[in-house]
T-cell receptor, first 114, second 116 residues
């Protein structure tokens, strides 16, 4: 697509439910990144992929968080047994093969826990 | 591990005056440095980057940034601020890479407010 697309854009859920956030990167982009951004803070790195391989998941806060990118394109970030503290903006970004290249961000997915 | 510091939570300038938003970094080896801007309820937009070469980098919307290796700084500048420049600005660093794709590490952001 023309840009990075995230869905849903807004998700309201009850504590304890599982949530899946989807990211469709720019066509042809090799690398895909997930970030979490609290209000008034900078984006916090969660994990990233090159093609379908998860290269670094050191930023995932605990084992309730997982991500996959099975075919090297669309990615899903899953949060199991959601908690109040998971409320945040979740941002996806992608970049090309050029290792010096900038990241292109989607509009983000706002997760709100009731 | 790489890190970025933005020492100012907010910068206030009058329209037409020059602006500077400060950023310092810590990284092993040569850094790749970036500035992004975030408008309310929008995603992050790339402004400019430093990879190598000239220490003064020019980017979008008339912004520029100066890389200073000895001071490990990468301050964002603009000669004449506009009210429409009011937004949240993020500095980011990425360490040297052995393969395609390494995550950017972002600072906490600086809110720029330009008054008319």
């Amino acid at each position: 697509g023309a840009g990075v697309s995230q869905s849903p854009r807004y998700k309201v859920t009850k504590r304890g439910q599982d949530v899946a956030l989807r990211c469709d990167p720019i066509s042809g982009h090799v690398s895909l990144y997930w970030y979490r951004q609290a209000l008034g803070q900078g984006p916090e790195f969660l994990t990233y992929f090159n093609y379908e391989a998860q290269q670094d998941k050191s930023g995932l806060p605990n084992d309730r968080f997982s991500a996959e990118r099975p075919e090297g394109s669309i990615s899903t970030l899953t949060i199991q047994r959601t908690e109040q503290r998971d409320s945040a903006m979740y941002r996806c970004a992608s970049s090309g093969l050029d290792s010096t290249g900038e990241l292109f961000f989607g509009e983000g997915a706002r997760l709100t826990l009731l | 591990a790489q890190s970025v510091a933005q020492p100012e939570d907010q910068v206030n300038v009058a329209e037409g005056n020059p602006l500077t938003v400060k950023c310092t970094y810590s990284v092993s080896g040569n850094p790749y440095l970036f500035w992004y801007v975030q408008y309310p309820n929008r995603g992050l937009q790339f402004l400019l980057k430093y990879i190598t070469g000239d220490n003064l980098v020019k980017g979008s919307y008339g912004f520029e940034a100066e890389f200073n290796k000895s001071q490990t700084s990468f301050h964002l500048k603009k000669p004449s601020a506009l009210v429409s420049d009011s937004a949240l600005y993020f500095c980011a660093v990425r360490g040297p890479l052995g393969q395609a794709g390494t995550a950017l590490i972002f600072g906490k952001g600086t809110t720029l407010s330009v008054s008319s």
